[in-house]
């Protein structure tokens, strides 16, 4: 249950580190956008520079990577003037919270993080200290605005399990009820979308294999050729999910047609049940293309108008700020900073 003291608010983030796929829009970006319309909740939508630095990034692309994922943000439904929209680096009340969390993670805590060990591999002496301290930040992205509520992808659940660990231990440490345990929103049918050529793998930017995902930017022709050539098996869909229990290309792309359909995933079977992934995968191609080509088309077109988004962005940070300033202000007055 979610913290009932607290406003019911949205927070998430998205790295602008280039290459928005499929799973970032099915597992984040489309759940932002029925948040937002939802209604019920203030919802606030952020491009994490400073996360994505914690691994090299070009300056150049990462400028035009930020304002790209701020074009796909509008694109594929957020309106910037229902939901807060900035990137991080406009709010240094993220960066300060983060230091403040720095003093109250553990080193242990850090250290077991799934993410870590993946990215920082075999070659952790050589890892930046901002990719360990990462979560650190993540949660203070979260707790700065007081969110109550974080929609995110399976990938992130650890990562939220250590926000609630943060919160709880700055508040216990204090002697404070100050920071709400935000729940993570881990819903629908792809919170963890596989890349199109192992059905084992998560999608990932990172996928060396170009064909192993679908990019936000690819147009209607790439979009179906990718369907069509994805990886699947001889048999025909069955009736009942159990029965792809073992079948994990197949089940990704039951799952992507129900997200993309907003349909359940025992409904896809109802409709497609005794065919072949021939035929399963124009109707899957078809629907793709519907959903996905036009958001595509929008990003590019937002694209041109530079000035626009940049202004969007500063509005956003401005309206970010406003909120986050005064969390802040407590934070430091709870720790013990004189402020004069
Ligand atoms: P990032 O930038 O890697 O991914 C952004 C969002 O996309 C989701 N996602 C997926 N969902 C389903 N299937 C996939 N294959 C897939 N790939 C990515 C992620 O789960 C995520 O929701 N640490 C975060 C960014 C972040 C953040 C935050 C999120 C920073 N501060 C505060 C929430 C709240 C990250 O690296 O996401």
């Not at 072949?276 to 078809?286: C, Q």
Request: proline residues 5%; glycine residues 6%.
């Amino acid at each position: 249950m979610a913290d009932t003291k607290f406003t019911p608010r949205v927070f998430s983030g998205i790295q602008p580190s280039g290459g928005l796929t499929l799973g970032n829009y099915l597992g984040a970006m489309k759940r932002f956008v029925d948040m937002q319309n939802a209604g019920g909740f203030e919802t606030i939508y952020c491009m994490v520079d400073l996360h994505a630095i914690t691994v090299w990034q070009n300056p150049n692309d990462l400028k035009k990577n930020t304002r790209e994922l701020c074009a796909g943000f509008i694109a594929a439904g957020i309106d910037p003037e229902k939901s807060i929209l900035f990137n991080q680096s406009q709010v240094p009340e993220h960066a300060q919270l983060g230091w403040l969390f720095n003093c109250v993670a553990r080193m242990g805590w850090m250290g077991r993080m799934t993410q870590w060990k993946d990215k920082a591999g075999k070659n952790a002496e050589n890892a930046s200290l901002g990719l360990f301290a990462y979560p650190a930040l993540m949660a203070a992205d979260i707790l700065v605005y007081h969110a109550t509520h974080v929609p995110v992808g399976e990938d992130q659940k650890q990562h939220l399990e250590l926000t609630r660990d943060i919160a709880a231990k700055f508040n216990h440490d204090f002697g404070v009820e100050f920071f709400p345990i935000a729940e993570p929103v881990i819903e629908g049918a792809a919170t963890r979308v596989m890349s199109l050529k192992d059905g084992t793998k998560k999608m990932s930017k990172s996928d060396p294999a170009e064909a192993s995902r679908i990019n936000m930017t690819d147009d209607a022709d790439a979009i179906s050729k990718k369907i069509r050539k994805a990886k699947t098996d001889p048999d025909p869909l069955p009736d009942s999910l159990t029965e792809l229990d073992t079948r994990p290309e197949a089940r990704n792309l039951v799952n992507i047609y129900a997200a993309l359909a907003e349909i359940t995933p025992q409904a896809v079977l109802d409709q497609h049940q005794g065919a072949l992934f021939g035929h399963f995968k124009m109707a899957l191609s078809d629907l793709a293309v519907a959903k996905l080509a036009p958001i595509s088309t929008e990003m590019a077109r937002l694209m041109q108008d530079q000035a626009e988004i940049d202004r969007i962005l500063g509005r956003g940070a401005e309206r970010a700020r406003a909120l986050a300033t005064p969390i802040l202000a407590q934070a430091y007055d709870i720790v013990g900073m004189v402020r004069s």
